[in-house]
């Protein structure tokens, strides 16, 4: 398992590091502003739970991989290629969300990805159970991601929905 599943882990890091490095002096006030959500984690734990999920999923691919064979055949196109597009989608939502700032897009794109996700354990299920199971807390993270990036949405784009200060009085 070593060098097969240290790849297979290690790939899908790749996309939250390089949005890390690129952005990790703007992400500081992520969540921490005057609208910030009771339930939102810090940016830290953001990026902590996206590893851990990239990591899990990263595994699962390689369970995958393996039960069909190794390679890069044909009987693998459909899995881990499925995957390689929710993979690309998720790293799309973090630059939209960690980078751009468009919560909106962002939003859109985690709708899309949901229904990636859901498809790639449906058809992971009948290769590999557990691989198809390990994407449950994937599932899980993005719906907290998504509810998340919908009261962002909506605080930008009404702005009478954000709390007010607690030093302010509301009228």
């Not at 959500?37 to 940016?43: D, E, F, Q, Y």
């Not at 902590?48 to 693998?76: E, H, M, Q």
């Not at 807390?137 to 949405?153: C, D, E, G, Q």
């Amino acid at each position: 398992m070593w060098p097969q599943g240290a790849a297979f882990v290690a790939l899908p890091l790749l996309g939250p590091t390089l949005v890390w490095l690129l952005t990790h002096h703007w992400m500081s006030g992520w969540c921490d502003s005057l609208r910030k959500l009771p339930w939102c984690p810090s940016h830290r734990v953001l990026l902590l739970v996206w590893t851990a999920i990239y990591s899990i999923t990263g595994y699962a691919s390689y369970l995958v991989w393996k039960d069909l064979g190794g390679g890069f055949g044909r009987p693998l196109a459909l899995p881990l290629g499925l995957y390689a597009v929710q993979l690309a989608i998720s790293w799309t939502v973090l630059i939209l969300l960690f980078t751009a700032h468009t919560p909106g897009l962002a939003l859109l794109h985690l709708m899309l990805l949901f229904g990636l996700v859901v498809s790639t354990a449906l058809i992971w299920h009948p290769i590999n159970k557990l691989a198809a199971l390990l994407l449950l807390p994937y599932l899980a993270w993005l719906t907290v991601v998504s509810s998340i990036t919908y009261r962002l949405w909506r605080d930008s784009l009404c702005p009478e929905h954000q709390p007010q200060p607690t030093w302010e009085k509301s009228d």
